[in-house]
């Protein structure tokens, strides 16, 4: 569901070792892949492949899976799409940015259909019918909400490692998913803000700093919310930024640069949000969330004329 960066990889990993798939998507990108097929760039290799493709999920039969990848702020639209399409037996995934995105799903469709999941990858459309992925980390992590190890997340991991995804199965999927939070509201603020690849972002101190800062404060709402993190996330999470790609831009900065609609309030606005309901002060997260939504906006009303 909402086949571009993340969902047309991974679906076209699944599609590529033979699972019966569907990609959901719109416009351009759903013709060119009806026409043409999926074309993958990689570096872990190109691939082209026909797939099934339709812009409306109640075409599709008897759903086990859905891998749930539309940006979140399209989220409530597309859930309304999907819920005609949905059994009792569909488990949905989703693979979104932000902490959230199991709860709002739950509440429009069953908690208990509902899987904790995240993906690192870098990845998007580079045009109508072709992902391209440049990261080396191309990995899902995903679990039960509540800790156990089901059986329907064990089927789950077999069709994945099937299909050669990077994949861990955890039995703390929360945690999984506040430390993604302290990556991307980091990684993904900064280097929008200052519209800066992230190595000039941590190569500059005073800027390097801020991007400490957003970590600590995230680190800090999760505390307050009683997901403990690791003591020593801050710093391995710096380490894990230093180690990659230098010239990386990262999706929210590629966003601003395209006049796209941003994911500012599932990032760095729900830092933010949550901090003020736990009384956790969040300066610099706030200052990010106030800058780059205010570009949101005015990206709102250039894209409508």
């Known amino acids: 569901m909402g086949a571009g960066g993340v969902g047309g990889y991974f679906g076209g990993l699944l599609a590529k070792a033979g699972e019966d798939v569907w990609l959901v998507a719109r416009g351009q990108h759903l013709r060119a892949m009806r026409e043409h097929g999926l074309k993958v760039r990689s570096l872990a290799g190109d691939f082209t492949i026909p797939v099934k493709a339709t812009d409306e999920p109640k075409e599709i039969d008897d759903i086990e899976l859905v891998l749930f990848c539309v940006k979140t702020y399209d989220t409530e639209e597309a859930l309304a799409k999907l819920a005609p399409a949905v059994s009792d037996d569909t488990v949905i995934l989703p693979l979104q940015n932000g902490v959230e995105s199991a709860d709002r799903i739950g509440k429009a469709l069953g908690y208990d259909r509902v899987l904790g999941g995240l993906a690192y990858i870098e990845s998007f459309i580079a045009a109508p019918g072709v992902i391209e992925q440049r990261s080396q980390i191309r990995k899902i992590e995903f679990g039960e909400l509540d800790g156990s190890k089901s059986e329907r997340a064990k089927k789950v991991f077999e069709v994945f490692t099937r299909a050669r995804i990077d994949c861990q199965l955890r039995t703390d999927i929360k945690k999984a998913i506040w430390e993604k939070l302290v990556w991307i509201a980091a990684g993904g603020g900064m280097t929008a803000v200052t519209r800066s690849t992230l190595g000039e972002v941590l190569g500059f101190p005073p800027t390097r700093e801020m991007f400490v800062s957003v970590m600590r404060e995230v680190e800090a709402v999760s505390l307050a919310m009683g997901i403990r993190m690791d003591s020593d996330i801050v710093e391995r999470t710096l380490k894990f ?65």
């Open 241 to 305: 930024a230093q180690g990659l790609d230098p010239c990386m831009k990262t999706s929210m900065l590629r966003d601003v640069e395209c006049g796209n609609r941003l994911e500012i309030d599932a990032i760095n606005g729900a830092v933010v949000r949550l901090g003020a309901k736990h009384s956790v002060l969040t300066p610099v997260n706030t200052f990010i969330y106030n800058v780059l939504k205010l570009e949101d906006e005015k990206n709102k009303v250039h894209r409508k004329v």
